[in-house]
């Protein structure tokens, strides 16, 4: 329990300086103020490319959030499962769940979409440490008694998923969330 409490005072004093350096870069720079909260590009396409931006962002967004909540439920469980601490798996969770939210109404994107990736690039690393494949195989050419999920025989562990979600969370920080989001019509010029 002292090393989850050492780990986030950690974190905290290593993040502090990085966000008063970016505040005080802000006034200096414009183009790093506030529209970095919401992408890496200043633009808010409307028209086709909005509309593409915004089914990417609220199907990412929807599939976090329904990933997110039952490891919140059960957070306890998953973090024991991974083989990580439960307070990596708080965060973990609780970024899926909120930055979720937050892609789907397209509000503070860049900063939504961070934590999520952060995640994901963990969640790659711990299938590489485990030695899982970059594609699983077929589950039905699996041998019955090599692999069953905890619901019976399922999809076997790889780390494709993770990286499709990593591809899809760099164009959204990127490209930003189009016109058709709370931060086109709060940033937008």
């Not at 502090?16 to 808010?44: C, D, E, Q, W």
Request: aromatic share 12%.
């Amino acid at each position: 329990m002292i090393y989850q409490f050492v780990l986030g005072i950690a974190i905290a004093v290593w993040m502090l300086p990085k966000v008063i350096t970016l505040g005080l870069a802000s006034v200096n720079y414009p183009f790093l103020g506030p529209y970095l909260l919401s992408s890496l590009a200043h633009a808010y396409p409307g028209g086709l490319a909005g509309l593409a931006l915004l089914l990417l962002r609220v199907s990412v967004g929807g599939l976090f959030l329904i990933h997110g909540y039952p490891k919140v439920l059960h957070l306890r469980r998953w973090a024991e499962s991974i083989n990580t601490p439960v307070f990596l798996c708080f965060i973990s969770a609780w970024t899926m769940l909120g930055g979720g939210l937050f892609l789907i109404i397209g509000l503070l994107t860049l900063l939504a979409t961070l934590p999520i990736l952060a995640s994901m690039l963990f969640a790659i690393l711990l299938h590489l440490i485990q030695g899982k494949p970059f594609v699983a195989t077929d589950p039905y050419l699996i041998p019955e008694d090599q692999y069953k999920g905890p619901l019976g025989k399922g999809e076997p562990p790889s780390w494709e998923k993770a990286l499709m979600y990593c591809v899809m969370l760099v164009a959204i920080a990127v490209l930003g969330p189009g016109a058709y989001s709370l931060d086109a019509a709060i940033f937008g010029r």
